[in-house]
């Protein structure tokens, strides 16, 4: 089974990813390690640092989907996570993958975001791993790219947590449903 932990940024995919591969000792796979693996090796891999995650993203879905599907043949549990992964990509999976994939997307409601963006979501970005934080970075801007999200996954149908109120609570909730798919083997 393969859980993809994605959304948007600042969430705690990162962290949670963590959590889930140490709690049920599950293999766990960074997008971003990808990522830069790719551009450090080859600078002109189609992409730098600094895209847009849309960008980045659908350069490596491809190398992504063939890790899905590896995992998958091989019945490898794995967790891969990362800002990189959009619901619109599940779409050209074969239903028999698509059995053994579980996504996971996260992101902010707009009134998390108003209430908690300096104090809960910016003071935070770093608990997982050292990020650079874009000064230009606005809630305004912050709050379309949730709300983006959130409206792809319900045209979708695709299972999106949104942060509401109390992200320790919230987070336990994504944490449990993870869990309960890697203990049911579903």
């Not at 390690?33 to 080859?42: A, E, Q, S, T």
């Not at 895209?51 to 998958?72: F, K, Q």
């Not at 549990?77 to 050209?92: C, K, S």
């Amino acid at each position: 089974m393969v859980i993809l932990i994605s959304g948007a940024s600042c969430t705690g995919k990162t962290n949670l990813a963590k959590k889930v591969m140490e709690h049920h000792n599950v293999n766990y796979y960074s997008i971003d390690h990808l990522k830069m693996g790719l551009y450090r090796g080859n600078p002109n891999c189609g992409f730098t640092p600094t895209d847009s995650n849309e960008h980045v993203g659908r350069i490596l879905w491809p190398v992504l989907r063939g890790i899905i599907m590896t995992a998958v043949e091989n019945k490898q549990d794995l967790i891969v996570e990362g800002a990189y992964i959009f619901p619109e990509y599940l779409i050209d999976m074969d239903s028999l993958y698509l059995d053994e994939i579980h996504p996971v997307f996260i992101c902010f409601s707009k009134e998390y975001v108003e209430h908690n963006y300096e104090s809960g979501i910016i003071k935070y970005r770093h608990v997982a791993e050292e990020r650079a934080y874009e000064e230009d970075w606005a809630p305004e801007v912050f709050i379309k790219d949730h709300e983006l999200l959130r409206g792809k996954c319900e045209k979708l149908g695709t299972k999106c947590f949104q942060i509401k109120s109390d992200y320790e609570l919230e987070m336990e909730t994504i944490f449990s449903f993870i869990s309960d798919k890697l203990s049911q083997g579903v």
